[in-house]
């Protein structure tokens, strides 16, 4: 009797420690299954210009895509002393939050190429780091929310929102592509951490694709096409020896008329850096606007 008693003991403590691995489990699927993006709308290319090129920048943007501005102000969006004019640009090719530093930018802001509305700060911080991301900025309080930047492997570095209020913002016509340039050294880990993250997928992953898109006409590199609920995202694997200005463009954005959009760009003050060209289904050209910020600018070149 003791022993069928000691033995009903031991598997009643069994069966009460294998059903709380099942929920312990179950707790660490649903936090690395949370999705914390919101949707490609609200994910803004930050851009840094200088205070008096700030108005002449905005107006090129919209007179090249169209689209509307937020209020203008000028506000301490770091968590150390600064002061800068900043507004968001909305346009239906993608959303540009646009800053003029009027003091020295604080480390290590003015790096970060995405700034990604999150469902909860907290939350994306906690993915990040279990993604293999290294937290730079820990979460800070800005005039509408919280805010934290990330850096994945490879150097790739994105801010992180969080609004007090939620916006609410039309859904784009083309989502924009995020355009990542990482060394073979680095890609997979990149890769890895960033699909881990953003619960994204690979849409392509083309190991020949054709030079001319990064300067290099004559041979091939590596390209990998990622798309999740923080949009598009393309990773140029390459050995570093890109000309001019392939590399320093942040975001490409299609649009239905390249050459129209050309034309107005040109007609809003911006120079044509590269192209026409044509590659991978897509007409492509680079575009610098005024105040210096370079763009790829793409339409679909149908079958």
């Known amino acids: 009797m003791r022993i069928t008693k000691t033995f009903s003991a031991i598997a009643s403590a069994f069966l009460a420690t294998q059903l709380l691995c099942v929920h312990l489990s179950a707790q660490?699927?649903?936090?690395?299954?949370?999705?914390?993006?919101v949707a490609p709308q609200y994910d803004s290319t930050h851009v840094?210009?200088?205070?008096?090129?700030?108005?002449?920048f905005v107006a090129s943007l919209i007179a090249t895509f169209?689209?509307?501005?937020?209020?203008?102000?000028v506000f301490t969006v770091t968590p150390t002393a600064s002061s800068t004019?900043?507004?968001?640009?909305?346009t239906p090719v993608g959303t540009l939050s646009?800053?003029?530093?009027?003091?020295?930018i604080p480390y290590p802001f003015g790096v970060e190429r995405t700034?990604?509305?999150?469902?909860?700060?907290?939350?994306?911080?906690?993915?990040?780091r279990a993604a293999g991301a290294d937290v730079l900025v820990t979460p800070f309080n800005d005039p509408i929310g919280k805010d934290a930047i990330i850096q994945f492997p490879g150097g790739v570095n994105s801010q992180l929102y969080w609004h007090t209020t939620p916006p609410?913002?039309?859904?784009?016509e083309t989502i924009p592509e995020n355009r990542v340039y990482v060394s073979s050294d680095r890609a997979e880990t990149f890769l890895r951490s960033f699909l881990s993250f953003s619960k994204g997928e690979i849409v392509s992953d083309d190991d020949r694709a054709p030079g001319i898109e990064i300067g290099r006409p004559q041979e091939t590199y590596r390209r990998i096409r990622i798309s999740s609920n923080f949009g598009k995202l393309t990773v140029f694997v390459t050995d570093g020896q890109l000309p001019y200005?392939?590399?320093?463009?942040?975001?490409?954005?299609?649009?239905?008329?390249?050459?129209?959009?050309?034309?107005?760009?040109?007609?809003?003050?911006?120079?044509?850096?590269?192209?026409?060209?044509?590659?991978?289904q897509r007409q492509a050209s680079f575009v610098q606007f005024p105040g210096g910020y370079i763009a790829e600018i793409h339409s679909v070149v149908k079958k």
Do not use: H
């Open 28 to 37: 660490t699927t649903l936090v690395n299954d949370a999705n914390v993006a």
């Open 48 to 56: 840094y210009v200088a205070p008096e090129d700030f108005d002449r």
């Open 66 to 73: 169209g689209g509307t501005t937020t209020k203008q102000g």
């Open 85 to 90: 004019i900043s507004q968001l640009v909305l």
């Open 98 to 104: 646009v800053f003029g530093f009027k003091t020295p």
């Open 115 to 128: 700034g990604y509305l999150v469902i909860d700060v907290n939350a994306a911080i906690r993915e990040a």
């Open 168 to 172: 609410s913002y039309k859904p784009l």
């Open 245 to 280: 200005p392939y590399g320093r463009e942040l975001t490409g954005y299609e649009v239905t008329n390249l050459g129209e959009t050309l034309a107005k760009a040109k007609a809003a003050g911006a120079t044509i850096l590269v192209g026409p060209y044509q590659a991978d």
